[in-house]
């Protein structure tokens, strides 16, 4: 009876194992042309910072079905048009949403939540300059959508590449404002 008893807490707490293993994606990082911080969450999605437009060919050929571009139009090297007509040409979703760490806008995290949350907008490949403000709005999904605890999304983001300050206090701020 003893020995049956084991056997089954064993089996159970593999099931649980396995279940935590599915619902945490390993970050891997790698080197891709024309992007800089590439960090990649398994198939769901991938961050990285300045993304030139003949780099977007390559995420096409990696699976990824949306681009989103956090910078504004503003920033030395950004070229929107250029990329989003870059998207389009091999198939892809473009999404610009200009992200100011200065205004830290609620607005921001309105429509990404909004984009991502489309039908076929995901795999998606989300990018700024250095990575911290795309590791932020995935954040905020994996928090206000996918009902991650906090402590496990900062985790994921951080593995992301969320390292900026500012960033994180509007992420932190946004995800008090938006529970329910």
């Keep these: 009876m003893r020995l049956l008893a084991i056997r089954l807490t064993a089996s159970a707490l593999a099931v649980c194992f396995a279940f935590t293993a599915l619902d945490a994606q390993e970050v891997t990082k790698q080197q891709v042309a024309g992007i800089t911080n590439f960090a990649r969450l398994e198939t769901t999605i991938a961050c990285g910072g300045a993304t030139r437009p003949e780099a977007i060919a390559e995420l096409k050929k990696m699976g990824f079905a949306s681009v989103v571009n956090l910078r504004m139009a503003s920033e030395p090297g950004n070229d929107v ?34 984009e991502i949350g489309k039908p076929g907008a995901q795999p998606a490949y989300i990018h700024c300059a250095g990575g911290s403000r795309a590791a932020g709005v995935w954040m905020l999904k994996r928090v206000l959508v996918d009902k991650w605890d906090l402590e496990k999304a900062t985790k994921e983001a951080a593995d992301l590449g969320l390292a900026n300050e500012r960033v994180k206090q509007y992420v932190l701020g946004y995800i008090k404002a938006h529970s329910k």
């Design 81 to 114: 048009a250029a990329e989003e007509a870059a998207a389009k040409a091999v198939g892809m979703r473009f999404i610009h949403i200009p992200y100011d760490v200065a205004s830290n806008d609620p607005v921001v995290g309105d429509r990404f939540l909004a």
